[in-house]
């Protein structure tokens, strides 16, 4: 890997590198503020414990190059702007996520455009949490597998069908492309990328510096066992249809419910009734139902790739469907 020019010195690992790598760090409005100063924070430890030699040189471009108000109620000033950046000599170019300027960042052209001028320039390109729905959008992704948070990883595949989306990762790299769960986790992908970059042993005293309580490998799943409650049956029930909504094409036969439950199938589908007033097969209907009719009203899809999409195995059947749900719809208003 063209990162690994790594040689020994002093028991530790220090990277045999003639000048300080330069990071460029994307803001755009409504970034999630955690998702750039924890790795700057990342990487700006690392200079302290390094010679002046090597490190990092950080700093933070924008779109116009003016100050960004970020999604903590915190303005940072940019040192640049998205549509000047040259990219000379820049090792790492770093895409912040954030809910709610995400969508404005897809949209940015001269962002995208920076994208693609990184990965063909082979720099290394980070993205933490939404961020890879940029450089997704940037067309970089395609036939790749990478990660985001897991509470956008439904609408990632649909916006994204091209691209692998993983989801027992907390980050993930693959040639040049750093991808990443988001919010703590970019922390945890800057310090994998100071170990690659400068070692084992800078990395964890870095970490150490920040009084982490582990440095976590990329390969563990997002959602913690340490954060997960035992689920009441509401709870497992409620899961069950967010899980359906984000993922219409899965297999949702009966059977494959009750096991996410961890209850029977006979039991699973009497207290799914009762709870939701509904039967299990009937709730997937309805999901998918609903499904098509919104990529029938907001895209361009054609009716065979909006069935697949929505989980249907054919037009027909998708169109039997959405008509038995609206007939159903009916006669529940007027009973």
Not at 70 to 80: D, F, M, P, R, S
């Amino acid at each position: 890997m063209r990162y690994q020019r790594q040689v020994e010195k002093g028991g530790g690992r220090l990277m045999a590198a003639q000048e300080r790598r330069k990071i460029k760090v994307v803001m755009f409005p409504d970034s999630q503020v955690l998702d750039i100063s924890g790795p700057v924070t990342v990487f700006e430890g690392a200079n302290k414990l390094l010679p002046p030699a090597l490190g990092y040189d950080v700093s933070l471009i924008s779109p116009g190059g003016g100050p960004v108000a970020t999604n903590g109620c915190i303005a940072i000033q940019a040192h640049g702007s998205v549509e000047s950046e040259d990219l000379e000599g820049v090792d790492t170019l770093l895409i912040p996520g954030g809910s709610k300027g995400t969508p404005q960042a897809m949209r940015d052209p001269a962002l995208r455009r920076l994208v693609r001028r990184a990965n063909d320039k082979q720099i290394r390109l980070m993205s933490i949490c939404t961020g890879a729905f940029v450089l997704a959008e940037a067309g970089i992704l395609d036939n790749r597998q990478c990660t985001t948070h897991w509470a956008e990883i439904g609408n990632f595949r649909r916006l994204f069908p091209g691209v692998t989306v993983l989801t027992d990762v907390i980050y993930h790299t693959e040639d040049n492309i750093w991808t990443s769960a988001g919010v703590a986790t970019g922390i945890d992908m800057a310090l994998a990328i100071v170990a690659e970059d400068f070692g084992q042993d800078i990395s964890q005293q870095v970490a150490r510096n920040l009084v982490l309580y582990m440095a976590r490998p990329g390969h563990l799943e997002q959602i913690s066992e340490f954060l997960r409650n035992v689920p009441t049956q509401e709870e497992k029930f409620n899961e069950l249809v967010m899980y359906i909504r984000t993922n219409p094409a899965a297999n949702h036969d009966v059977n494959r419910m009750a096991e996410r439950c961890n209850m029977s199938t006979r039991s699973f589908t009497r207290k799914f009734k009762t709870a939701l007033g509904k039967t299990p097969a009937a709730m997937v209907r309805e999901i998918r139902a609903a499904r098509a009719e919104f990529y029938m009203k907001n895209t361009d899809y054609n009716q065979k790739r909006i069935a697949a999409l929505a989980g249907f195995s054919s037009v027909d059947v998708m169109r039997h469907c959405m008509k038995a749900v609206q007939k159903d719809g009916a006669a529940a208003e007027s009973g």
